[in-house]
């Protein structure tokens, strides 16, 4: 009879110390790469897994099996860098890069340019332009503006990298004498010219322009680097007789004027 219940008694003591033993604990340690915990934490060292959602090698963020993403930085950039020219942002770290406001170009002091009576200028002797007395004053100012520049040659691209230049071409010219003016505020090229202010011809001043070319007339007379309808027959920038609106050019005129 003891010997029938042996094997019953020695089956109940086995369940007795599998109870009483210590639960069996879902970490284990993989040589010195970190515990696993149900797949969570890398083998090499390399970070958690979080669904397979971060590289094993550290290098970043998958999305759900999509390209890498690095984490977000929080490195906050210093105050004082500016663009990728290296210029100072004025706003310091917390704003946006914004590039320096361009300067308003500042022509040199217009020396006194001899008067007429009138409304109409005059060709003077060395080629340069009397002012009409009688004209609005941002006309006067215009043509002694232009007077500065009479008699300059002309040179392709001249008035537009630099404001006095040695030479002008024909937009160079005209913009020059309306930044002098203060009518424009940088030079512009002739088609840009002929899309430029008002459509039409003006009372006082009216511009006339397509992509190739582009002239001006005002208060009587012409400022042109072409000789067309001159008899004089002379290029570079000059004050020439009237010819009006050419076929081809488009008409422009300032507010007012």
Not at 116 to 145: E, F, H, N, S, Y
């Amino acid at each position: 009879m003891v010997l029938r219940r042996l094997p019953a008694v020695l089956l109940l003591g086995l369940l007795a110390l599998v109870a009483c033993a210590p639960v069996a604990s879902a970490h284990r340690w993989h040589d010195g790469g970190g515990y696993v915990d149900d797949g969570t934490y890398d083998t090499d060292g390399g970070g958690y897994y979080d669904d397979g959602a971060y590289e094993t090698d550290g290098g970043g963020y998958y999305d759900d099996g999509d390209a890498p993403v690095a984490p977000p930085s929080t490195t906050r950039p210093p105050a004082t860098t500016g663009g990728g020219d290296g210029q100072t942002s004025p706003y310091g770290g917390d704003g946006p890069w914004r590039p320096k406001p361009t300067p308003t170009p500042v022509l040199p002091t217009i020396p006194v340019t001899k008067t007429v009576p009138g409304t109409v200028a005059k060709l003077r002797t060395d080629g340069r332009a009397a002012i009409p007395r009688g004209a609005p004053k941002r006309v006067q100012a215009l043509i002694a503006a232009a007077n500065r520049i009479v008699g300059k040659p002309y040179k392709w691209g001249g008035g537009h990298a630099k404001l006095a230049d040695a030479g002008y071409d024909c937009s160079g010219a005209v913009s020059y004498a309306l930044i002098g003016a203060g009518m424009l505020g940088a030079p512009m090229v002739s088609g840009t010219l002929a899309r430029w202010s008002a459509a039409g011809s003006g009372k006082w001043l009216s511009i006339y322009a397509n992509k190739g070319h582009v002239y001006l007339e005002v208060a009587g007379l012409r400022l042109d680097t072409s000789p067309v309808g001159d008899p004089r027959g002379r290029d570079g920038v000059r004050w020439r007789p009237l010819i009006g609106r050419r076929t081809g050019f488009h008409a422009r005129h300032v507010l007012g004027l």
